[in-house]
């Protein structure tokens, strides 16, 4: 891979103190930056890393806070045939009861706080919004001509 160089290493080093993200700062600020992620291969690139880094981290906390909810629905079920499995394992039915639901708890509470933080720190929820908003036109684009006109109306 041939190694690409920024264009500007002082704009480019302002860019990475920010992880790329431009999107806190005043519009007329932010063309100077614009203008260098267009001509900046490395720049551009390494933005698009860390914004993908930053979805997949919203992604999987909130996928972790959906396990551990999914976790605490099974235990919820998984208690009329306890007997079964616990006196294989000669395990205190209560008391593993309890600390698999605590440990539910806590797992749900951590992701929650995780996400928050992910959510909060990084530009995940605009570059999501983002997506959303690109695939809600491309759809919309895709409409029958017939629905198009309604929608216009
Ligand atoms: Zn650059």
Not at 30 to 41: G, I, K, L, T, V
Request: hydrophobic share 50%; glycine share 4%; charged share 20%.
């Amino acid at each position: 891979m041939p190694k690409i160089r920024c264009t500007d290493r002082v704009v480019g080093a302002i860019l990475a103190s920010w992880r790329y993200d431009i999107s806190g700062i005043s519009p007329e600020m932010r063309r100077d930056y614009e203008n260098h992620f267009a001509e900046c291969a490395q720049c551009s690139s390494r933005q698009r890393f860390h914004r993908s880094l930053d979805a997949t981290l919203a992604v999987l906390t909130s996928l972790s806070a959906l396990f551990f909810l999914f976790a605490l629905a099974v235990l919820k079920h998984i208690k009329p045939m306890e007997h079964m499995a616990f006196n294989v394992f000669g395990l205190d039915v209560e008391d593993t009861f309890h600390m698999l639901i605590s440990a539910g708890i806590a797992g749900l509470i951590f992701s929650l706080i995780a996400l928050a933080l992910v959510l909060m720190a990084t530009p995940a929820p605009k570059y999501l919004g983002g997506i959303a908003a690109e695939r809600a036109k491309l759809i919309e684009e895709r409409l029958p001509a017939a629905i198009k006109s309604l929608r216009s109306r």
